[in-house]
């Protein structure tokens, strides 16, 4: 089985170092990239640090295309989208990689400065476009928070389509509060920087619900100030009825009959679940 090296991690530094290791184009079969490493690492998984090139002058002729990028509010069914786009083995999905978490909370706890942050989350993305396997495109399902550095992605890629999936504030923090990761751990971090920059003087450190709450509502003005470049605001579960309709035009995605149909199968199942698990389904 034919590998490559992929970015994994990035050290949270003020010097970030981001780290590659071996690997399948599996690894981009499950719904979320870093869970799916473990599954599909192989056996003393080769390992390299990512080096740093300048992308504006060295541009890989054989690179995959870059069609866009998921921001959303969490609990939202991004998952359930890139799962759906994914159902074509052309699209590459990237979902939620901590090759880019790391970068940009380096940014956060050293104060990166913004050519820095524009080299290494140019070299990353780049780096994930490398061919493998049948894709011919890719995708990123970006965490949740990234939408905070949503400007940040606009000047590294002005021209590449980007869509933010909302859902009723609500409805999302009630799922949070049942299980999430993330933005949803920083209310329990010993300090409070992350808090002090997403939320500034809206911080929330009364409850949990209410941390939950003002995270959910910075995320949707965040994305409410950002209408520039190629956008679309789209809602859970409207979104699933307008796949085909706006969704992959969007992206200037062309999907088959049969591609199409593998993606509406994906609404039968958990999204998030390594395996298909029929939903609703029971614990």
């Not at 780049?126 to 992605?153: C, H, M, R």
């Not at 808090?195 to 450190?205: M, R, S």
């Not at 941390?211 to 470049?229: D, I, N, P, R, T």
Request: proline share 5%; glycine share 4%; charged share 25%.
């Amino acid at each position: 089985m034919k590998k490559l090296y992929f970015p994994v991690y990035t050290q949270v530094n003020q010097k970030p170092i981001t780290i590659c290791e071996k690997l399948p184009a599996e690894v981009f079969d499950y719904p979320f990239f870093n869970d799916a490493i473990s599954l599909v690492r192989p056996m003393n998984s080769e390992r390299k640090t990512l080096e740093l090139v300048d992308k504006t002058t060295s541009i890989n002729p054989e690179s995959l295309n870059l069609k866009g990028f998921i921001f959303h509010t969490s609990h939202c069914g991004s998952t359930l989208l890139s799962n759906m786009i994914g159902a074509s083995k052309k699209t590459r999905i990237v979902s939620e990689t901590e090759a880019i978490n790391g970068l940009l909370l380096s940014a956060v706890f050293y104060k990166l400065e913004e050519t820095t942050l524009l080299k290494n989350l140019k070299t990353i993305i780049s780096d994930y476009l490398k061919p493998l396997g049948e894709a011919e495109q890719v995708i990123f399902k970006l965490t949740s928070w990234n939408i905070f550095f949503i400007e940040l992605f606009q000047k590294a890629y002005p021209e590449v389509p980007w869509i933010f999936i909302h859902r009723k504030t609500e409805d999302v923090v009630q799922s949070l509060y049942k299980s999430g990761r993330g933005f949803v751990e920083w209310f329990y971090h010993p300090t409070t920087v992350l808090q002090d920059h997403f939320l500034g003087n809206k911080k929330e450190i009364e409850s949990f619900e209410k941390y939950l709450s003002a995270m959910v509502e910075a995320h949707k003005s965040c994305a409410a100030k950002a209408h520039f470049g190629k956008n679309k605001f789209i809602e859970y579960p409207s979104f699933i009825s307008e796949f085909e309709s706006k969704i992959l035009p969007h992206f200037e995605l062309d999907y088959s009959k049969e591609e199409l149909e593998a993606a509406d199968e994906m609404v039968k199942y958990d999204a998030k679940s390594f395996q298909k698990i029929a939903f609703p389904f029971s614990e």
